[in-house]
């Protein structure tokens, strides 16, 4: 089995691959495997896959569980609605949403599929990596060739190479990306700064994930590392430097500027990032059923980047991950078509969904006050009363 991308997606389908006995190689273009410094949220379908995997004391270690979601209106923060997290998900789905910091995540998993203890053979990771093409000319041993002139063949190659996808290119599929006229800014804030301020450490009481609704544009924080950090993500519309870069670095003081109009608290806290902030232009892949050719696979953004306004891209490739070792690891060799097959029957459609409502979400959330936004508060409303803070 040959993994070309060593991201979430890659990752964790490396190790769940590996605990159904296979053999797996990743090669990832990177000299240094890592994440962003960011935080990621995993809902209860990518906690369970996670905790599946037998990770739970390693993210126990790592995760900060927020007790609800709170949605307030950007003009004065009031609230709008509040969503059960915390104990709720685990009494409902039996599984719990938790946030992270990316690179603590990513490391439990390179961790876990390097630990020699594990059952299952260990995975070999290739970082400095670059997969330039894929031969195909013998369909069942599908081969990735790399910038340095290696060959890795193998019965299953899979793409988990992202939302610029090369394998995707080498399988010859359609260019499905949908630019958002969007851009998220990324940036942490410590926790103590924002506990510091009276007027900001309102935040940091009730670990609390939190979403602002507003005209044009939304921000979401929570925290991560148990309150050392804030993590930010400002959507606002796209400049077209940022469209055109994809990824630029970005100052504070552009990101504290961005939410003008806005409650005098928003400003106050976003100028206190630290660190790096950088702009990304943001991506929907319309809905594409095609994930496989032949003893090649697609799995993660490479198939079905979507826009973060569900904070499920990573966790459908978590998704994704389960369900191809699930096929794939009770197969003979001559079975990995229709194991491949019965991959995609499983995941598309459901994943599609997911891209779809996180790119409605992007209209819903940034309605201009008038009757529809009142409408859409009334309905976020709902769970108002059902908190278990
Ligand atoms: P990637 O993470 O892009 O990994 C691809 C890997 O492949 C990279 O390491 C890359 O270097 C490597 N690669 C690429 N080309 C080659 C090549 N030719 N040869 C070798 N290696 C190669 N998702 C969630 O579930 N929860 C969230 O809270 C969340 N928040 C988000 C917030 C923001 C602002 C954004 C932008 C996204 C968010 N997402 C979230 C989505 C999530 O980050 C992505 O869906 C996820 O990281 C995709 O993982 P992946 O492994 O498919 O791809």
Redesign the pocket.
């Known amino acids: 089995m040959t993994i ?7 990752l964790t389908a490396a190790l769940a691959l590996r605990q159904r006995g296979l053999r797996v190689t990743v ?4 000299a240094e495997l890592g994440e962003v410094g960011a935080g ?3 809902a209860p379908n ?1 906690s369970r896959v996670l905790l599946g995997l037998g990770l739970r004391a390693a993210l126990e270690e790592i995760h900060t569980e927020p007790l609800d979601q709170v949605r307030r209106r950007w003009q004065d923060g009031s609230v709008i609605g509040l969503t059960p997290l915390g104990d709720f998900c685990k009494r409902e789905y039996n599984a719990p949403y938790w946030h992270y910091h990316r690179a603590d995540l990513h490391k439990v998993l390179l961790d876990a599929c390097l630990d020699e203890a594990r059952p299952g053979p260990v995975v070999r990771v290739r970082t400095g ?4 093409a894929v031969d195909r000319s013998n369909p069942a041993r599908p081969a990735a060739l790399t910038a340095a002139g290696e060959r890795y063949e193998a019965d299953v190659l899979v793409g ?4 610029r996808s ?1 394998v995707r290119d080498a399988l010859g599929l359609p260019d499905t990306l949908l630019f958002s006229g969007e851009m ?1 800014y ?1 940036a942490l804030i410590p926790g103590d700064k924002i506990a510091a301020d009276p007027a900001t450490r309102w935040l940091v009481d009730r670990f609390q994930s939190t979403i602002w609704y507003g005209p044009d544009r939304h921000l979401v924080h929570y925290m991560i590392r148990g309150g050392e950090w804030l993590n930010v ?1 400002a959507i606002v519309p796209c400049s077209p430097e940022v469209e055109r870069r994809w990824t630029v670095p970005a100052t504070v003081d552009e990101l504290a500027d961005a939410f003008p109009g806005w409650d005098d608290r928003v400003a106050l806290m976003l100028s206190k990032a630290e660190g790096d902030v950088s702009a ?1 232009a943001m991506y929907h892949r319309r809905r594409d059923p095609v994930w496989v050719d032949g003893h090649v696979a697609l ?4 198939c079905h ?1 979507m826009l ?1 306004y569900q ?5 459908q ?1 978590m998704e994704d991950a389960a369900v191809l070792a699930e096929e794939l690891g009770a197969v003979p060799r001559e079975g990995v078509r229709a194991a491949l097959t019965r991959y995609v029957a499983r995941r598309a459609k459901h994943a599609g969904m997911v891209q779809d409502a996180a790119w409605r979400n992007m209209s819903l959330y940034h309605l201009p006050d008038g009757p529809e936004q009142r409408a859409r508060d009334e309905r976020l409303k709902r769970f108002d009363g059902e908190s278990d803070v």
């Open positions: 070309v991308g060593g991201g979430l997606g890659g090669l990832e273009q990177a990621i949220q995993t990518a990596c670059r997969v330039v988990a190479d992202g939302i090369g998220a990324r993500v990304w799995l993660g953004d490479a980047a973060p904070a499920q891209g990573a966790s490739a």
